[in-house]
């Protein structure tokens, strides 16, 4: 405040004494010019006596210029044209009627004029008059040099610079002496209050009173406020922290107004002093942004958590909820209920509809016939579903012991069971398998296996496409099915293994499989230790290879 006092001052007293400055020096030099056409008007009195005297010629024009101490003397026709001057012979005959004094004469009989000469190159005060010199009207102008405002500034300017260094010295003098005088009891009472620790403060001058007053009041009321809220917050930390639900308040990333112990845990606040947890995950971030409520799932340490976002202003709440039990149990039953009734529901639907037909007697012999094979067909397809269920559902608690079984004739036998279905499609068919391959396993379970892969290299293939199945030998048998159908997109790779999901999206059974057969073979090769994987590009085929691990089969 002080400084700004100062720099106030300093600038007002500059700009004074350049201001009066300035007018002082377009006054003098106005003045200067008054005096200066008035010797003028002395001058052409005496050159007029002159010349009337003697008459108009370049060398009395030239002695009256000397006897004028050296004022330009130039004389001219009624018409402004140059008789004589005494700045050169060389002018005589040139015109100056475009020049404003000689226009101004020949209007209304003188004129004056302070301008550069185009002759002589420097300011000049020019001052013309007409004249009578023997007989004839004649116009007689005389100039002398004259210091343009600029020059005469120039002349002043040394000593306004030393005006203003000494008014600059004494402004910051006296100002620093004024606003110390002033300030002083304004910044002791500053003092005061900043040190007293709550106590009221006191000052000796009136004008501050009021301000003591106040500042007390404020302490008082400040203190009850602080007290009231530290009994709040405390009440509030321990309930926060009693929860099992994690809860943050928040601006940014590093403004958090509010966090409980069980989102400091999940967050890693305390190690990181921020939410930079979120600074990495783009969906977080982009939720941020949108200033919208939403709720995202997250995994850690193997649970699963609900993040619920909620805005309100430029305030964000976070509530972080354990869903990992919830969740496990609503997916396993969504996805069974959604995947057996959906499988269920074709066969049962058909069979239902060919029923009352056949028990309303509106169908003909043949057309009875038809809906009897039906039935029973969608019958033998809920059979093999059922039948399917328990099946992958007994593969855990299966405890028989595993024997060796000879691969090389079970994939022959397996294969050949598709030769109809192949020839049917135009599909080429290669079979490349190694003798004597042996694994210890069950024979049942690794039909499932050869077979479900084999299905699905004839079921999701083209017409007219080809299908590769081989066998290698060697300490780690390999199996191998590849197609050139369909293939499988890359979101779709992770899931193909699951219960009851198919590339086709449609369920409907129609190549005659549920969507239990890869998880079947996905379930026996993890229970046996063996490798199972899959190569795929959309639109080009499919690999399906098992690698049979020598291990020995866990329990």
């Not at 620093?176 to 002083?184: C, K, P, S, Y």
């Not at 899959?534 to 020598?550: A, C, I, Q, W």
């Amino acid at each position: 405040m002080k400084k700004r006092i100062l720099l106030f001052s300093l600038i007002i007293t500059i700009a004074g004494i350049v201001l009066i400055t300035l007018l002082y020096t377009g006054i003098f030099w106005q003045s200067r010019v008054a005096d200066s056409e008035r010797y003028l008007e002395i001058y052409s009195s005496v050159a007029e006596a002159e010349l009337a005297e003697s008459g108009v010629s370049q060398e009395r024009v030239e002695a009256v210029s000397a006897r004028l101490d050296g004022a330009r003397v130039t004389v001219t026709d009624e018409n402004a044209v140059i008789l004589a001057d005494s700045a050169g012979e060389h002018l005589i005959g040139q015109s100056r009627a475009d020049r404003s004094e000689f226009a101004a004469a020949m209007e209304s009989g003188e004129g004056s004029v302070t301008r550069e000469s185009a002759t002589l190159g420097t300011d000049m005060l020019y001052y013309c008059r007409a004249l009578e010199v023997g007989g004839e009207t004649c116009l007689l102008r005389v100039g002398v040099a004259m210091d343009s405002v600029f020059a005469v500034l120039g002349d002043a300017l040394p000593t306004v610079v030393l005006c203003l260094a000494l008014d600059i010295l004494c402004c910051l003098l006296f100002s620093w002496i004024a606003t110390g005088a002033v300030l002083r009891p304004v910044e002791a009472l500053t003092r005061e209050a900043a040190l007293s620790g709550g106590r009221q403060v006191h000052t000796k001058y009136k004008e501050l009173q009021p301000v003591a007053k106040m500042m007390n009041e404020m302490t008082a009321e400040i203190e009850d406020k602080v007290r009231r809220m530290r009994e709040d917050r405390r009440l509030e930390t321990l309930v926060l922290d009693s929860m099992e639900h994690g809860i943050v308040i928040f601006r940014d990333a590093e403004d958090v107004i509010l966090i409980n112990r069980t989102a400091s845990r999940f967050l890693d606040y305390d190690a990181q002093g921020s939410l930079t947890a979120f600074a990495a995950d783009a969906e977080v971030a982009a939720v941020l942004a949108a200033q919208e409520a939403a709720t995202l799932y997250r995994e850690r340490d193997g649970r699963d958590f609900s993040l619920r976002f909620t805005f309100n202003e430029s305030i964000c709440v976070l509530l972080i909820t354990d869903v990992t039990e919830s969740m496990a149990a609503a997916r396993s039953k969504n996805e069974f209920i959604a995947n057996v009734t959906h499988e269920m529901n074709t066969p049962l639907t058909s069979i239902r509809g060919f029923a009352e037909l056949m028990a309303a007697g509106s169908l003909p012999p043949e057309r009875a016939q038809h809906a009897a094979k039906t039935i029973i067909k969608q019958s033998d397809r809920l059979a093999n579903l059922v039948k399917s269920i328990i099946n992958f559902s007994q593969i855990d608690s299966d405890e028989l012991p595993d024997e060796d079984v000879n691969l090389s004739e079970l994939v022959r036998e397996a294969a050949s069971v598709f030769e109809p279905k192949l020839q049917k499609r135009s599909i080429s068919f290669t079979l490349d398998v190694a003798e004597n391959v042996k694994v210890r396993s069950r024979r049942e379970r690794l039909f499932e296996i050869v077979n479900n892969l084999i299905s699905n290299g004839v079921r999701y293939n083209r017409d007219g496409g080809t299908l590769a199945v081989t066998l290698t030998g060697g300490e780690e048998p390999v199996f191998t099915v590849r197609d050139t159908g369909i293939g499988i997109a890359e979101e779709d790779k992770e899931r193909i293994f699951d219960r009851f999901y198919t590339v086709d999206k449609s369920h409907g059974g129609g190549g005659g499989g549920f969507g239990l057969g890869l998880a079947i073979v996905k379930k026996l090769c993890k229970r046996a230790g063996w490798v199972l994987s899959v190569e795929s590009k959309l639109g080009e085929g499919t690999v399906f290879s098992v690698r049979f691990v020598r291990r020995e089969r866990k329990a």
